[in-house]
């Protein structure tokens, strides 16, 4: 999930709780924004590679919206813990995390969209493409926000692994058209990327590179290392079909580099 997207479920949360007054804050209101900014400087670690620190501040928004018996928080706080888990690898501890989101949530309610969504990610990671669909699917048809340009990003890159080339590049069409009007800069770099690696398999060099570069600075733009990683491996398949294999190596070795860096960070954090 990205920063900005998590920040509109952020304060989707909050309008919730606190409603549409603007005539005086209450404590129960300065809580709620602390938890928000815990959660927001949770992502900006994790994003780093400062798993230690992300893991703290989300440990600490738990126990605040578990004391506060706000269930919106103690979901979106869970749904993070899961993120980072399976970023982190960890399957089973994101299991964990995500079972008790859904739990709370009843599988309903404004943040069921990005419970699916969470669902289906870590189904991808567990490597159940059917599992994934579904609740990819779930999540799309639940969306009802500005968000619709990460849920298409979703189908297009489960329907590319399964093997469903044409069905994966309308999606991506899709989501890319959405994320551009809405401003989601990061989730248009998702669309872009995966145009990108659809136009290599396709032999389409000049559309691969084109959107793939773009994807690139975008995501330099945002600051999003894990993203950059991926782009430039994208890079390195396109030139390693063109047989650019000099230009392969060079991105690759950019990439472990980013990858080094970011575990230097981690493990600094810990």
């Not at 069905?167 to 989501?175: D, F, G, H, I, S």
């Not at 993203?227 to 079909?241: H, T, V, Y």
């Amino acid at each position: 999930m990205t920063k900005s997207s998590v920040r509109t479920l952020l304060c989707a949360a909050l309008l919730l709780a606190v409603g549409c007054s603007t005539i005086r804050t209450t404590p129960q209101d300065e809580q709620l924004r602390r938890m928000v900014d815990l959660n927001e400087r949770a992502l900006a670690s994790a994003e780093k590679g400062q798993r230690s620190d992300a893991t703290k501040l989300l440990q600490d928004s738990w126990r605040l919206a578990t004391a506060l018996d706000d269930q919106p928080m103690q979901i979106m706080t869970l749904l993070n813990q899961s993120r980072l888990a399976r970023r982190n690898h960890d399957l089973a501890e994101s299991r964990t995390y995500l079972d008790k989101a859904l739990h709370i949530s009843g599988q309903q309610g404004p943040l069921f969209a990005d419970l699916a969504q969470e669902q289906a990610l870590w189904a991808l990671a567990a490597g159940d493409l059917t599992e994934a669909q579904r609740w990819a699917t779930a999540a799309h048809r639940a969306e009802e926000g500005s968000q619709l340009g990460r849920r298409l990003n979703l189908l297009a890159r489960v329907a590319l692994l399964r093997g469903q080339r044409s069905e994966a590049k309308t999606l991506a069409e899709q989501a890319l058209a959405n994320n551009k009007t809405v401003g989601q800069e990061l989730e248009r770099a998702n669309s872009l990327r995966t145009l990108g690696i659809i136009a290599t398999q396709e032999g389409d060099w000049i559309a691969a590179e084109e959107q793939l570069q773009a994807a690139l600075t975008l995501d330099r733009q945002q600051a999003a290392p894990h993203r950059i990683i991926s782009d430039l491996e994208a890079l390195a398949e396109l030139a390693g079909r063109q047989q650019q294999t000099e230009r392969q190596q060079e991105y690759l070795q950019r990439a472990r580099m980013a990858r080094e860096q970011l575990a230097s960070s981690a493990k600094k954090s810990e």
